[in-house]
Every structure is written in C-alpha cells, then in structure tokens.
C-alpha cells in the first residue's frame, strides 16, 4: 500500500493542506509571499503535489523551479514551510516513518525553490 492510501487518498491530502496552509497564512514572514496569490488553488496544488510525493496520482503542475520564480525565497522561509509541514502531519498523526519520507523529499527540493 501506497502512503497516500495508507492516509485516506485524496480527501485527507485536501485537509492536509488546508491545515498547512492555515499555518503558513498566519505566519508574518511567509504572508507577504502570498499576498496576492489565489489560495485556493495554492491548497489544491498542494494536495496533489503532496499526494504525488506520498504515491498518489501524478503531479501534473508546474515544475518547483518555476512555480516559485521570482519570489526570492529565502532559507529561513523555506525552514518555516518545512516546519509547518511537519506540525501538519504530527496533527493528522502521521507515522514518524511517513513523516520522515515527506520531509526528506520537501527537503530535496530546497534548491529549486529557494532564491529563485
Ligand atoms: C518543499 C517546499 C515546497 C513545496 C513542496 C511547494 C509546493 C508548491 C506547489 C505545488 C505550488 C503550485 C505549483 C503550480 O502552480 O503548479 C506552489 C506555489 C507557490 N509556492 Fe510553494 N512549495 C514549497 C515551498 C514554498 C515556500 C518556502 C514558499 C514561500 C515562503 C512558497 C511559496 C509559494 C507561492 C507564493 C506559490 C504561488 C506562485 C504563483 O502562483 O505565482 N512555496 N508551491
């Protein structure tokens, strides 16, 4: 069995990242790289994009490298995300095993996000 079946498929990835999110929009140094931004379609692509890394059906959006283009992430803002994705999983309590497969793989993708 998949992660993503292990979890619940699809409905538990869309609360999942309406979770994270409501972290990361509460955050005074990650808000402004959302200002702007359609949220609700954030949380959706999330949702898949962490589906996809659990085993669920394919990411089908943009590359990480140009989704985040011209944000100028810095490491410190990335660190956050990664701790809010983490405090999510702990809160939906996802296996320590499991966690550390999500995060090891948001953690490979640092540089194609950060500073773009
Ligand atoms: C491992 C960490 C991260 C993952 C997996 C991730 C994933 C994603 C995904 C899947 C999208 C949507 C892509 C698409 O439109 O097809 C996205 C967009 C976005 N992400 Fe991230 N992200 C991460 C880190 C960050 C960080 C650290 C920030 C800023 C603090 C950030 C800010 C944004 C913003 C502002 C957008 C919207 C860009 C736009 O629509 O113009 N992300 N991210």
Not at 1 to 6: D, N, S
Not at 90 to 115: C, P, R, W, Y
């Amino acid at each position: 069995m998949t992660i993503y079946e292990q979890l619940g498929g699809e409905e538990t990835f869309q609360a999942v990242s309406e979770h994270f999110y409501s972290l990361v929009l509460k955050d005074e140094l990650l808000m402004p790289y959302f200002e702007g931004k359609d949220t609700k379609g954030l949380i959706k692509h999330q949702a898949t994009f962490l589906a996809a890394v659990a085993g669920g059906p394919a990411f089908t959006g943009r590359s990480m490298e140009k989704a985040h283009l011209g944000l100028n992430i810095s490491e410190e803002a990335f660190a956050k995300v990664a701790f809010y994705l983490l405090t999510t999983l702990t809160h939906f309590n996802v296996t320590e095993d499991i966690k550390s497969t999500m995060l090891e793989a948001a953690g490979k993708l640092k540089s194609q996000i950060v500073g773009k």
